[in-house]
């Protein structure tokens, strides 16, 4: 599946999850998770949200949407 | 609202308000009769608190620890060269004060706190959040969910700002989002940049600063559509908007439909703003 990751404010990405599969699982590869998708675009989950259909998904969730939006947090008020 | 007179000056100073029929003598009167606190009076801060001031908010509350820095002076356009060293609760107040003598000032110079925020929060109407931690943030945000107060929210970086309104009126049926819902924790601490080491744009802050304070007058006046269920992302470089859709998450830990998060002294606001353990 191809997954179009839409990071807001910078890029978007589109993804093939058979690149992405990830050692660990019976047959050697796991199904990818959000964090995969997120590392394959050079994110860390720590500075963003991964929403589908407008509402934030686990990290370590087997991505299961071809269409995921990317939003960065933001602490600065600008002190 | 028992008197809708405005006197001869508030009729001229005012007069760019009044002659329209959204606002009037009777919104000119709400405004001048609403409440609201502004956390932070830094870049965000500073325009907020001038359009509101100017509009005739007739009570601002200024939540701020810090002092006045040079570095500042590029974008916090409350304070002035005269200001540094000072507090910034108090260059705020003489600068509304200079203003518009309608407004009354509220200066509270302190960190916001878990057991403080029910005391400071419980006498406005609406809070703008013009922060810049998450432990704030996020302690705004609970706060406001459980105390159904609603919460202007706005975020900048290097040229990009974020901007989103919570009402938090929450019936049981089409309930809004709160920022929890967009984003459950907070990143751990050091994992993402703020102004001070990547810089801003001087003229950001200005203008998220001014969509909030647009959002904190209309709620005032009961006119218009909130920026709700809408994350606005505003990119200076491109000089471009987009609405970013946000639905209220079920498994939000505050507003969700069985939240961990009863009271602010649940979480420890530190780190990621998590439920605390115990």
């Known amino acids: 599946m191809r997954v179009t990751v839409d990071v807001k404010g910078e890029t978007t990405h589109e993804i093939d999850l058979e690149e992405l599969g990830t050692a660990g699982g019976s047959d050697g590869r796991a199904e990818p998770t959000y964090a995969d998708l997120l590392g394959a675009v050079d994110l860390s989950p720590h500075e963003v949200s991964v929403l589908v259909d407008g509402r934030p998904v686990p990290e370590d969730q087997p991505v299961d949407s071809d269409e995921v939006t990317v939003l960065r947090l933001i602490k600065g008020g600008s002190a | ?278």
């Open chain 2, 1 to 278: 609202m028992t008197d809708l007179r405005l006197d001869a000056t508030q009729l001229d100073r005012y007069s760019r308000h009044v002659i329209m029929d959204e606002v009037g003598p009777e919104g000119q009167k709400r405004l001048l009769e609403g409440s609201v606190l502004v956390v932070g009076a830094g870049g965000l801060g500073s325009p907020a608190i001038q359009y509101l001031a100017a509009a005739g908010v007739g009570r601002i509350g200024i939540v701020d620890d810090d002092v006045v820095e040079r570095s500042n002076l590029q974008r916090q356009i409350v304070h002035g060269d005269g200001d540094v060293g000072r507090p910034k609760v108090d260059s705020a107040a003489d600068y509304v004060a200079a203003l518009n003598p309608d407004v009354d000032v509220e200066t509270n110079e302190l960190r916001l706190t878990a057991d403080n925020v029910g005391n400071l929060v419980a006498d406005y109407d609406v809070v703008l959040d013009a922060s810049d931690n998450f432990a704030t943030r996020y302690l705004l945000n609970d706060h406001c969910v459980l105390t159904e107060t609603p919460l202007s929210h706005g975020a900048i970086y290097r040229f990009e700002g974020q901007v989103t309104t919570f009402t938090n009126e929450r019936t049981g049926e089409d309930d809004p989002p709160c920022y929890r819902c967009i984003f459950p924790e907070a990143p751990e601490p050091g994992t993402v940049p703020d102004c001070a080491t990547t810089g801003v744009l001087g003229v950001l802050p200005g203008t998220v600063g001014c969509i909030q304070a647009t959002e904190v007058v209309k709620y005032l006046l009961g006119k218009g559509d909130p920026l709700e269920g809408r994350l606005l992302m505003y990119d200076a470089m491109d000089m471009s908007f987009e609405e970013v859709p946000v639905r209220p998450n079920p498994d939000c830990p505050v507003c969700g439909d069985d939240p961990e998060i009863e009271s602010v002294s649940d979480v420890a606001y530190e780190g990621t703003c998590e439920i605390s353990a115990d």
